[in-house]
């Protein structure tokens, strides 16, 4: 947030008698400084303007959290096995604390292909992702 005071900076024009420095270089134009804005356009603002936006944005967004989710729920399924080691209270099994890690690198793996590729191979990856992390909450968590 500017204070008043920037604010009446950046919208008063500069000195009329005011000398550009003596640094060899002169300082560019009013024109010259419209013109490379003007020339910038929408482009350097992120989702202004006509541009369309990249295709599988949304699928690659939608499967990257859904591996980042495994992720979380592996960390977590660990960390109650931590807890549940320490006060002797029954925990996870082996094939939750083996599975979740597993599904969890997989999913990542499939993700990073589906992030780093294009068209077929991307949406193949991010079907794969989705099977990981489906297979993991069923095989773990509905049976």
């Given amino acids: 947030m500017a204070s008043p005071d920037t604010e009446e900076l950046a ?15 002169e300082a560019p134009s009013v024109e010259s400084v419209e013109s490379v804005e003007s020339a910038e356009g929408a482009e350097g603002i992120e989702g202004a303007g006509d541009r369309r936006k990249e295709p599988g944005r949304w699928w690659r967004g939608f499967t990257g959290s859904l591996a980042a989710g495994l992720v979380v729920l592996a960390l977590g399924v660990l960390g109650v096995a931590g807890v549940c080691l320490f006060t002797g209270a029954p925990g996870p099994g082996l094939p939750m604390l083996i599975g979740h890690p597993v599904a969890a690198v997989l999913a990542l793996f499939a993700q990073r292909v589906a992030d780093r590729r294009d068209g077929r191979v991307a949406g193949l990856a991010g079907i794969g992702v989705l099977a990981v992390v489906a297979a993991a909450l069923v095989l773990f968590w509905l049976t």
């Fill in 11 to 25: 919208s008063a024009p500069p000195p009329v008698d005011a000398e550009p420095e003596s640094s060899g270089a």
